[in-house]
């Protein structure tokens, strides 16, 4: 009897083991492991979505008006999976190369990205960032007001904490096996550019624009209803089947600037073989990978920084 007890349970322990090293070093069952598993039992347990809980977090632990505030409690609410290890420093460091005037973000989610770009960004430049789920949108809404951003405010009920608690316990099994995660916003790595953007009195910021839609949908009528005329840098972060042809299609529409910088994000996992392909081969970009990895796991991943030649 004892003996059969241990075996199952040997067996059971194989098994975790097995997925723990899986969800390691495998991109797409990392994904399944936290989009489809753990935070679906998150949404089940709080009756709340991971947006909320992330709007609720940062409501309750970052300083009203100040973004790196915003983007660090962000940061820690939650394991930002799909993010490659380096690639806050990629985009910070691109940000303040390019100096850009006019920015377009493609999938704003919460607006992570967006609030990472728009502290960087010089008095006057403008910020358009797209989102099709309105949920998300709003919650992006919310959270550009309590950085300072926006002026509308609508608040949600605060979630337990010890639900909380016992859900963080949840990913204590596949913590066990990685490495201390870095938070890339300590004060001491900000550039400087960053600090005094800080310090910027309210009104002489950036202005974000946050259009709810798809993008393929919105891309068009930029120039028309948002009087821009070309962009200088392009954050792809939407779904990845999109990346080409709404690459093509900013083409198209003349929205990219000679010398515009176009950032895809995740291009290795999940992954955009066709969009690297074209921005690889195509006369008209010069274009450089950054590998990266996964944080908190060992799967590769990477950013691609493509200059549009004209
Ligand atoms: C990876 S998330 C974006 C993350 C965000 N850029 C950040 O750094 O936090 C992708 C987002 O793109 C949105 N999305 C996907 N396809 C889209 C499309 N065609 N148009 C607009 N939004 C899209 C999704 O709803 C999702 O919120």
Same mark, same amino acid.
């Given at each position: 009897? $004892?003996?059969?007890?241990?075996?199952? #349970?040997?067996?059971?322990?194989?098994?975790v083991?097995?997925?723990a090293?899986?969800?390691?070093?495998?991109? *797409?069952?990392?994904?399944?492991?936290?989009?489809?598993?753990?935070?679906?039992?998150?949404?089940?347990? !709080?009756? &709340?979505?991971?947006?909320?809980?992330?709007?609720?977090?940062?409501?309750?632990?970052?300083?009203?008006?100040?973004?790196?505030?915003?983007? &660090?409690?962000?940061?820690?609410?939650?394991?930002?999976?799909?993010?490659?290890?380096?690639?806050?420093?990629?985009?910070?460091?691109?940000v303040?190369? &390019? %100096?850009?005037?006019? =920015?377009?973000?493609?999938?704003?989610?919460?607006?992570?990205?967006?609030?990472?770009?728009?502290?960087?960004?010089?008095?006057?430049?403008?910020?358009?960032?797209?989102?099709?789920?309105?949920?998300?949108?709003? =919650?992006?809404?919310?959270?550009f007001?309590?950085?300072?951003?926006?002026?509308?405010?609508?608040?949600?009920?605060?979630? @337990?904490?010890?639900?909380? &608690?016992? $859900?963080?316990?949840?990913?204590?099994?596949?913590?066990?096996?990685?490495?201390?995660?870095?938070?890339?916003?300590?004060?001491? !790595? $900000?550039?400087?550019? @960053?600090?005094?953007? *800080?310090? %910027?009195?309210?009104?002489?910021?950036?202005? =974000?624009?946050l259009?709810?839609?798809?993008?393929?949908?919105?891309?068009?009528?930029?120039?028309?209803?948002?009087?821009? *005329?070309?962009?200088?840098?392009? /954050?792809?972060?939407?779904?990845?089947? !999109?990346?080409? +042809?709404?690459?093509?299609?900013?083409? @198209?529409?003349?929205?990219?600037?000679?010398g515009?910088?176009? $950032?895809?994000?995740? =291009?290795?996992c999940?992954?955009?073989?066709?969009?690297?392909?074209? #921005?690889?081969?195509?006369?008209?970009?010069?274009?450089?990978? /950054? +590998?990266?990895?996964? *944080?908190?796991l060992?799967? @590769?991943d990477? #950013?691609?920084?493509?200059? /549009?030649?004209?």
């Amino acid at each position: 009897m $004892l003996a059969t007890v241990l075996s199952v #349970v040997a067996v059971l322990v194989g098994i975790v083991l097995l997925i723990a090293w899986r969800v390691r070093t495998n991109g *797409e069952w990392a994904l399944w492991w936290h989009d489809n598993y753990l935070e679906r039992i998150r949404d089940f347990l !709080s009756g &709340t979505t991971r947006p909320i809980r992330i709007l609720q977090y940062v409501q309750h632990n970052a300083k009203h008006g100040d973004p790196l505030s915003v983007i &660090t409690q962000y940061y820690s609410s939650y394991i930002l999976v799909h993010r490659g290890q380096y690639y806050s420093e990629i985009l910070d460091a691109v940000v303040l190369e &390019t %100096r850009p005037r006019y =920015v377009l973000e493609l999938g704003t989610y919460c607006g992570y990205s967006t609030l990472r770009i728009a502290r960087l960004l010089p008095p006057g430049a403008r910020l358009i960032t797209i989102e099709m789920n309105p949920h998300y949108a709003q =919650v992006a809404k919310e959270l550009f007001q309590h950085a300072g951003l926006d002026t509308q405010q609508r608040k949600w009920r605060l979630q @337990e904490a010890l639900l909380y &608690t016992t $859900l963080q316990c949840l990913q204590l099994p596949l913590q066990l096996f990685s490495r201390t995660p870095q938070c890339p916003l300590s004060p001491s !790595s $900000l550039p400087a550019q @960053e600090k005094s953007a *800080e310090k %910027r009195p309210t009104g002489q910021t950036c202005k =974000v624009e946050l259009l709810v839609g798809s993008s393929t949908i919105l891309i068009p009528q930029l120039k028309k209803k948002l009087d821009i *005329e070309k962009f200088d840098l392009v /954050f792809i972060d939407h779904w990845k089947v !999109s990346y080409l +042809p709404d690459t093509k299609l900013l083409e @198209e529409c003349g929205l990219l600037k000679a010398g515009c910088v176009l $950032l895809a994000d995740n =291009v290795i996992c999940p992954g955009t073989p066709d969009y690297l392909k074209y #921005v690889r081969n195509s006369p008209h970009y010069k274009s450089q990978y /950054f +590998p990266s990895q996964l *944080e908190y796991l060992q799967v @590769e991943d990477g #950013v691609e920084k493509s200059t /549009f030649l004209g």
